[in-house]
T-cell receptor
Framework: DAGITQSPRYKITETGRQVTLMCHQT?????MFWYRQDLGHGLRLIYY???????DKGEVPDGYVVSRSKTENFPLTLESATRSQTSVYFC????????????FGPGTRLTVL | KNEVEQSPQNLTAQEGEFITINCSYS?????LHWLQQHPGGGIVSLFM???GKKKHGRLIATINIQEKHSSLHITASHPRDSAVYIC?????????????FGTGTRLQVFP
C-alpha cells in the first residue's frame, strides 16, 4: 500500500511488557517522527529521525527506544510498558523541503493495564 | 506559555454558520500548518502557508506574519466538519523538519 502505515492499530498489553509499534512509509521520505497524543497535551514528539541510522530525542523520550536501519521503517519500542504510556501513537514522515509538511499514519491506540 | 496557542479550545455551531478558529504563535516561522483530525481518525494536512491566504472548498486559511497570527475559517459549516483542528508551526530556529503543535480546537457542528 502506498503512503504511511502503522501496525498494530490497537494493542492492549500489561505493565512491564515490551511492545513494539511499527511504522512504514513508501515515499522514501528522509524524516520520520513518533508522537503521542493525550487529552490536554496535543501531539508531543517522542523521537524523530532525519535519515537511516540517524535518530534524536524529542520532547518526551523516556521509556521509549527507536531504530531506523532502513529509510522506510521506523519502529518504536516501549522497553517496559507503564500505565502512563497508555496513549494514541502517531507516526509521521516528511521530505526535507524547508516547509516541514508532515504526513501522518492512522495511529495506534495502546492500552497498558 | 505554549509557543503555539489556539482559541477557542471547544466550539459548537449550528449547520450553516461561519466558523473561525484562531492560532497565535511566539516564534519566527517558515510556515504554518492547519491539520484536521476526525473523531477516532487520523490526522490530515489541510493547509500549509507562509503568507497571505489559501482557500480549499469551504475552508479558508489566512496568516499575518507580522502579528504572528493565523485564522482558519469554515463557511457554511456542516456536521461532517466536526473534528479537531490543529495548528502547527515550522520554527525558523529548527534546522530539522520538526513542528510545534497547538493543543487543538474541538469543533462540533449540529444539524
Amino acid at each position: 500500500d502506498a503512503g504511511i502505515t502503522q501496525s498494530p492499530r490497537y494493542k492492549i498489553t500489561e505493565t512491564g511488557r515490551q511492545v513494539t509499534l511499527m511504522c512504514h512509509q513508501t515515499w522514501s521520505h528522509s524524516y520520520m517522527f513518533w508522537y503521542r497524543q493525550d487529552l490536554g497535551h496535543g501531539l508531543r514528539l517522542i523521537y524523530y529521525s532525519a535519515a537511516a541510522d540517524i535518530t534524536d530525542k524529542g520532547e518526551v523520550p523516556d521509556g521509549y527506544v527507536v531504530s531506523r536501519s532502513k529509510t522506510e521503517n521506523f519502529p518504536l519500542t516501549l522497553e517496559s510498558a507503564t500505565r502512563s504510556q497508555t496513549s494514541v501513537y502517531f507516526c509521521a514522515s516528511s521530505d526535507w523541503t524547508g516547509y516541514n509538511e508532515q504526513f501522518f499514519g492512522p495511529g495506534t491506540r495502546l492500552t497498558v493495564l | 506559555k505554549n509557543e503555539v496557542e489556539q482559541s477557542p479550545q471547544n466550539l459548537t455551531a449550528q449547520e450553516g454558520e461561519f466558523i473561525t478558529i484562531n492560532c497565535s504563535y511566539s516564534v519566527g516561522i517558515s510556515a504554518l500548518h492547519w491539520l484536521q483530525q476526525h473523531p477516532g481518525g487520523g490526522i490530515v494536512s489541510l493547509f500549509m502557508l507562509s503568507s497571505g491566504k489559501k482557500k480549499h472548498g469551504r475552508l479558508i486559511a489566512t496568516i499575518n506574519i507580522q502579528e504572528k497570527h493565523s485564522s482558519l475559517h469554515i463557511t457554511a459549516s456542516h456536521p461532517r466538519d466536526s473534528a479537531v483542528y490543529i495548528c502547527a508551526v515550522s520554527p525558523l530556529s529548527y534546522n530539522t523538519d520538526k513542528l510545534i503543535f497547538g493543543t487543538g480546537t474541538r469543533l462540533q457542528v449540529f444539524p
